[in-house]
């Protein structure tokens, strides 16, 4: 009986480990928010809107419509604002559940 309760408490405790300590890719979910420049067919991260070149035909999207549309991003900025990251299991879980912001919100 001790014996069951004690490996029992070896596996959950490396399953805490693992969900916890682990890094796992996480990309920018489909619904991150993204402007759409219609004339030049790119988008741009919020955060890097004040410094990228824009015309007046531009439109509040997500990232799935821009994907849709065949567009690429619009600088490096872009691309490096929706760069996957590494982090574990369990903050993936608490972004899903809107307990903490994930980067590209």
């Known amino acids: 009986m001790k014996k069951g309760i004690i490996l029992a408490s070896i596996l959950l405790l490396v399953a805490i480990?693992?969900?916890?300590?682990?890094?796992f890719t996480v990309s920018p979910s489909d619904d991150t928010?993204?402007?759409?420049?219609?004339?030049?067919?790119?988008?741009?991260?919020?955060?890097?809107?004040?410094?990228?070149e824009i015309t007046n035909y531009i439109e509040d999207s997500n990232?799935?419509?821009?994907?849709?549309?065949?567009?690429?991003?619009?600088?490096s900025c872009t691309e490096s604002a929706f760069a996957p990251v590494k982090k574990p299991i369990v903050?993936?879980?608490?972004?899903?559940?809107?307990?903490?912001?994930?980067?590209?919100d």
Do not use: D, M
Not at 17 to 23: D, V, W
Not at 41 to 52: D, G, H, K, N, V
């Open 63 to 75: 990232l799935e419509k821009a994907k849709e549309l065949g567009y690429v991003e619009e600088s």
């Open 33 to 52: 928010r993204v402007i759409l420049e219609h004339n030049h067919e790119t988008y741009i991260a919020p955060s890097c809107f004040q410094q990228a």
């Open 91 to 104: 903050w993936n879980v608490l972004v899903k559940l809107n307990l903490i912001e994930s980067p590209w």
């Open 17 to 23: 480990i693992f969900i916890c300590a682990i890094p």
